[in-house]
C-alpha cells in the first residue's frame, strides 16, 4: 500500500525558513515524482512544484521561484520541501503528493500547517 | 484570481446529474490533459478523473470527465449526499510552465 507521510505541524516567524518532510513507502520513489501542493486557509488549492526523484530535476511555480528548494532522499525514501524567507500569506497547508504523468498526483500525504506569525 | 475559471458553486438533489465546468485558454485546456481532484473539508484531495477523461481505480462511474476545446467538466450521475464536497479542475499551463489549479467549485447537495 502506498502511504505519504508528512511531518508536523510548525509555527515559524516571518523572515524564517520551514522544511516539511515526506516519507513515502509501498513504491520506490524514484519510479514516480513528488510534487508539493498548498492551500491557504479557506482557499483553494496552489501548485508549488516538483522533483523528479530519479534525478532530482526540479520545476518551481513561479510564485514561489528563488524561495523554494525540493529535494529527495532516496536512502530513506524521503522527499523534502523547503520555503525560505516567509511571509504571512505563505501560511497554508501544505501537500506531498506522488506525481507520474504531468499533473496526476495519485497518492496524498495528510498535509502540514505551516503557520507563519510573529 | 485563477487562470482555470470554475463557478464557486454547485448544487444538486440526491439522484440528480450535476455537472461543474472549468473554463481555461489554449495555453492550457486546449492543448493539455485536464485532471479532476475532489475534496473534502480537512482532507488531502483525491485524484477522481485523470487525462481528461480516465477514471483511477475505486472511483465510481457515476463520476465522468470531458473536454471540449478549451473548456471541460465534470459529470456526476446518480448525486449522493457523500459527494458534498469541492472539485477542483487542474491542467498544465504551457505560458506559464507550471501545473494550475481552477478556483474549485463547491458542490452542496440538497
Known amino acids: 500500500q502506498v502511504h505519504l507521510v508528512q511531518s508536523e505541524a510548525e509555527v515559524k516567524k516571518p523572515g524564517a525558513s520551514v522544511k516539511v518532510s515526506c516519507k513515502s513507502s509501498g513504491y520506490t520513489l524514484t519510479s514516480y515524482g513528488i510534487g508539493w501542493v498548498r492551500q491557504a486557509p479557506g482557499q483553494g488549492l496552489e501548485w508549488m512544484g516538483w522533483i523528479t526523484a530519479y534525478n532530482g530535476d526540479t520545476n518551481y511555480a513561479q510564485k514561489v521561484q528563488g524561495r523554494v528548494t525540493m529535494t529527495t532522499d532516496t536512502a530513506t525514501s524521503t522527499a523534502y520541501m523547503e520555503l525560505r524567507s516567509l511571509r504571512s500569506d505563505d501560511t497554508a497547508v501544505y501537500y506531498c503528493?506522488?506525481?507520474?504523468?504531468?499533473?496526476?498526483?495519485?497518492?496524498w500525504g495528510q498535509g502540514t500547517l505551516v503557520t507563519v506569525s510573529s | 484570481q485563477s487562470v482555470l475559471t470554475q463557478s464557486p458553486s454547485a448544487s444538486g438533489t440526491p439522484g440528480q446529474r450535476v455537472t461543474i465546468s472549468c473554463s481555461g485558454s489554449?495555453?492550457?485546456?486546449?492543448?493539455?490533459?485536464v485532471y479532476w481532484y475532489q475534496q473534502f473539508p480537512g482532507t488531502a484531495p483525491k485524484l477522481l478523473i485523470y487525462?481528461?477523461?480516465q477514471r483511477p481505480s475505486g472511483v465510481p462511474d457515476r463520476f465522468s470527465g470531458s473536454k471540449s476545446g478549451t473548456s471541460a467538466s465534470l459529470a456526476i450521475s446518480g448525486l449522493r449526499s457523500e459527494d458534498e464536497a469541492d472539485y477542483y479542475c487542474?491542467?498544465?499551463?504551457?505560458?506559464?510552465?507550471?501545473?494550475?489549479f481552477g478556483g474549485g467549485t463547491k458542490l452542496t447537495v440538497l
Open positions: 487525462r481528461n477523461d
Open positions: 503528493a506522488r506525481l507520474y504523468g504531468d499533473a496526476t498526483f495519485d497518492y
Open positions: 489554449t495555453s492550457n485546456i486546449g492543448t493539455n490533459f
Open positions: 487542474v491542467a498544465w499551463d504551457d505560458s506559464l510552465s507550471g501545473v494550475i
